[in-house]
């Protein structure tokens, strides 16, 4: 049965251009937005590393596997003075997120690169990106970002088994390269954020390797991820920070994920997740020092594909370079 479903999966992926969502899935994006909104870019004061893998539905022959990396980091950001001792002298050391620090105008850039695999199909995207952050008021800032890159279709013919080949598999047809063009916008203060992102957004009838007498005709769909979330601090240890992302890919359904994460003393975190039509997800992580993260997350899939899997398991590891201010714990949600 797990055979079959394989199969199935693989030809209805293939079918992706006509109605499938055409970017990977993620549990763990509210602790790295970056891979879905440009706009995050350059945010915290330190340059953010995430390197992340997802063996979706374990079990069932062809399911995806998503690897990532990516790294951005601010530029020409002022630094922050904190008052001690009350005597006006002045300290540039950050401070985590329980007390407030104004933010200042400042660019920031970035890369990131993914890697999805589902049977013999493959997709590679490398982006480079870049965001501008400007304080609105005293205790808000908007940041606007974009990004551009190369993004790749193929397939790995010698591990497909067709009974009638099709020509255009065997064919360049689906080995093709796209420009991949997002833009975003990430509004922002210690208390809450709202975001909204465009990816694939350029849709043109040639891609990179098209001539006039064969070309592809709109394959990529238009992604758009929206999403708000809101801190509240139970207690002088405890914040809760509860979250909703909507993403809308026409013709595809249109998915809502509603999150809810606890932190404890910066260190530990703990979250759930439902997502429409699709899975529970349950997270846990630690921020293990001012260096380094680790986060893990397994998803139980609710949908009628769950008969032929055991579930998915996601593990994000994050560095925090060049992070002079010792910050343990983010200081925006991101």
């Given at each position: 049965?797990?055979?079959?479903?394989?199969?199935?999966?693989?030809?209805?992926?293939?079918?992706?251009?006509?109605?499938?969502?055409?970017?990977?899935?993620?549990?763990?994006?509210?602790?790295?937005?970056?891979?879905?909104?440009?706009?995050?870019?350059?945010?915290?004061?330190?340059?953010?590393?995430?390197?992340?893998?997802?063996?979706?539905?374990?079990?069932?022959?062809?399911?995806?596997?998503?690897?990532?990396?990516?790294?951005?980091?601010?530029?020409?950001?002022?630094?922050?003075?904190?008052?001690?001792?009350?005597?006006?002298?002045?300290?540039?050391?950050?401070?985590?997120?329980?007390?407030?620090?104004?933010?200042?105008?400042?660019?920031?850039?970035?890369?990131?690169?993914?890697?999805?695999?589902?049977?013999?199909?493959?997709?590679?995207?490398?982006?480079?990106?870049?965001?501008?952050?400007?304080?609105?008021?005293?205790?808000?800032?908007?940041?606007?970002?974009?990004?551009?890159?190369?993004?790749?279709?193929?397939?790995?013919?010698?591990?497909?088994?067709?009974?009638?080949?099709?020509?255009?598999?065997?064919?360049?047809?689906?080995?093709?390269?796209?420009?991949?063009?997002?833009?975003?916008?990430?509004i922002y203060a210690q208390n809450f954020f709202v975001g909204f992102s465009g990816a694939q957004l350029i849709r043109t009838n040639?891609?990179?390797?098209?001539?006039?007498?064969?070309?592809?005709?709109?394959?990529?769909?238009?992604?758009?991820?929206?999403?708000?979330?809101?801190?509240?601090?139970?207690?002088?240890?405890?914040?809760?920070?509860?979250?909703?992302?909507?993403?809308?890919?026409?013709?595809?359904?249109?998915?809502?994920?509603?999150?809810?994460?606890?932190?404890?003393?910066?260190?530990?975190?703990?979250?759930?997740?439902?997502?429409?039509?699709?899975?529970?997800?349950?997270?846990?992580?630690?921020?293990?020092?001012?260096?380094?993260?680790?986060?893990?997350?397994?998803?139980?899939?609710?949908?009628?594909?769950?008969?032929?899997?055991?579930?998915?398991?996601?593990?994000?590891?994050?560095?925090?370079?060049?992070?002079?201010?010792?910050?343990?714990?983010?200081?925006?949600?991101?």
């Amino acid at each position: 049965m797990r055979k079959y479903l394989g199969i199935i999966l693989v030809f209805l992926l293939l079918g992706a251009p006509v109605w499938g969502q055409q970017r990977p899935q993620y549990s763990q994006y509210m602790i790295n937005s970056y891979l879905l909104n440009p706009a995050i870019t350059g945010m915290e004061d330190y340059t953010d590393v995430k390197i992340g893998t997802r063996q979706q539905w374990i079990g069932l022959e062809g399911a995806p596997k998503t690897y990532h990396i990516s790294a951005h980091t601010p530029l020409n950001k002022a630094p922050k003075t904190v008052r001690s001792g009350g005597k006006g002298i002045t300290s540039t050391r950050s401070v985590n997120q329980n007390r407030f620090v104004r933010a200042y105008a400042h660019h920031g850039v970035g890369i990131q690169v993914i890697s999805d695999r589902t049977g013999p199909l493959r997709r590679t995207n490398a982006n480079l990106t870049y965001a501008y952050h400007l304080p609105i008021t005293r205790t808000i800032t908007m940041s606007l970002g974009a990004s551009a890159g190369i993004l790749r279709n193929s397939i790995n013919a010698s591990e497909a088994t067709f009974t009638n080949p099709d020509p255009t598999i065997s064919s360049d047809y689906v080995n093709r390269n796209y420009f991949d063009v997002g833009l975003g916008t990430w509004i922002y203060a210690q208390n809450f954020f709202v975001g909204f992102s465009g990816a694939q957004l350029i849709r043109t009838n040639r891609d990179l390797n098209s001539s006039e007498e064969n070309f592809t005709n709109n394959v990529l769909q238009k992604h758009f991820i929206g999403t708000v979330g809101y801190k509240f601090d139970v207690s002088r240890e405890v914040t809760l920070i509860p979250s909703v992302l909507a993403k809308l890919n026409s013709p595809s359904p249109t998915t809502v994920d509603y999150n809810l994460r606890a932190v404890y003393a910066d260190r530990i975190w703990a979250g759930v997740s439902y997502r429409s039509q699709d899975a529970f997800a349950f997270m846990t992580g630690v921020n293990i020092s001012y260096i380094m993260d680790v986060s893990y997350s397994y998803d139980y899939n609710t949908s009628p594909l769950s008969v032929g899997n055991s579930g998915t398991h996601e593990v994000v590891l994050g560095l925090k370079l060049f992070n002079k201010g010792k910050v343990i714990c983010p200081r925006w949600m991101h």
